[in-house]
Structure formats: structure tokens, C-alpha cells
């Protein structure tokens, strides 16, 4: 009686992920859907390849070089009847594994062995150009304001290198 009893405490881990890896790498000569290529390099404007039929400041740009999106949130989307797969939304990058909901701007991704780093700068709106894919026309299911845990995100370029599907993606800093 005089011996405390060991407490065992079970603790639920809600830290968000912060390790994943690239699903798809996708580029085209401007306009979705963007197709796979097996790599690509990364350059400060964007990825090697890659070109956007209405540029700066729609498209592109220095804040704007990378898109990228998430594959649960591809298959979240497509669960609502949308269609929905890599490439189709214009993203550059599909990720898997990462906690999308918990990525904020300013978060730094380091992508492969090849030292690619970027950072988060904003949500990607969707535009109309994307109306096609969703039942009714209602491409604001990726909107931020309405879905910020399935929205797009677009990022700079902080050192240009190499990226493929497989490579490591790890959330390296964060607000």
C-alpha cells in the first residue's frame, strides 16, 4: 500500500504529418489537365517544361512558380462526385502523406535528395477554367473559404533541384 501504482497514460497523437512524398510530378505547355512526367527540374520560375496560358500576374511568377495539392484531397473531391485526379487542377506537385490542413503559408517544404526547397505563399483560387471537373460547375469545392483543407497552394522557389514521384517531402519550418 505504501507503493504508488504506475500511471500509464495513453497519449492520442494528433501532431500533424509532416513527413509525406511526391505522388506525380505534372507539367504542360499551358492549360489542365497538366501530365505526368517521370521528372523534372525545378527552376525559380517554375519547373522545367512547365508554361501557363495566361501568365504573370494570373499564372506563374516568382511567389507562384510551384502548385501543388494533395492526393487525400484529390480523393476527397472525387468522393463528392467531382472529378478529380493528378494534374487535373494544374498543380505541379501531388503530394501524399502530408497533413494539408495544417500547412500555412510561409511553411518550408524540402522535396528529394537533390536540396529542392520551397515555401508556401498561398491558396490557389480556383478559376473557371477549372469548371469542367466539378458536378454543376461548382469548382469552389477547392476554394480556401470553403474547403481549406482540399484548396491548392502555390509556393516559391528557394533552391532549384531536381524532383520525382517518390522523393521525400518533409515540412522543415513552420509558423
Not at 18 to 33: A, C, D, K, L, T
Request: charge should be positive; glycine fraction near 12%; hydrophobic fraction near 40%.
Amino acid at each position: 500500500m505504501g507503493r504508488r501504482s504506475g500511471i500509464i497514460r495513453v497519449m492520442n497523437d494528433r501532431s500533424p504529418r509532416r513527413v509525406g512524398r511526391v505522388h506525380q510530378v505534372s507539367v504542360s505547355p499551358g492549360g489542365v489537365p497538366k501530365l505526368a512526367v517521370p521528372r523534372a527540374h525545378v527552376h525559380r520560375l517554375g519547373l522545367e517544361g512547365d508554361g501557363h496560358r495566361e501568365p504573370e500576374p494570373i499564372h506563374g511568377g516568382v511567389d507562384a512558380a510551384v502548385s501543388l495539392y494533395s492526393l487525400e484531397a484529390i480523393a476527397r473531391v472525387a468522393a463528392d462526385g467531382h472529378t478529380a485526379f493528378p494534374g487535373a487542377y494544374g498543380e505541379n506537385l501531388t503530394l501524399e502523406g502530408l497533413d494539408w490542413a495544417s500547412l500555412r503559408a510561409g511553411d518550408r517544404l524540402a522535396i528529394g535528395a537533390g536540396g529542392l526547397a520551397i515555401e508556401l505563399t498561398k491558396n490557389a483560387s480556383p478559376c473557371t477554367t477549372l469548371r469542367h471537373y466539378f458536378v454543376d460547375g461548382r469548382f469552389a469545392r477547392i476554394s480556401q473559404k470553403v474547403h481549406p483543407e482540399d484548396a491548392r497552394w502555390y509556393a516559391r522557389v528557394l533552391v532549384e533541384g531536381p524532383v520525382a514521384p517518390g522523393d521525400r517531402v518533409e515540412v522543415t519550418s513552420v509558423d
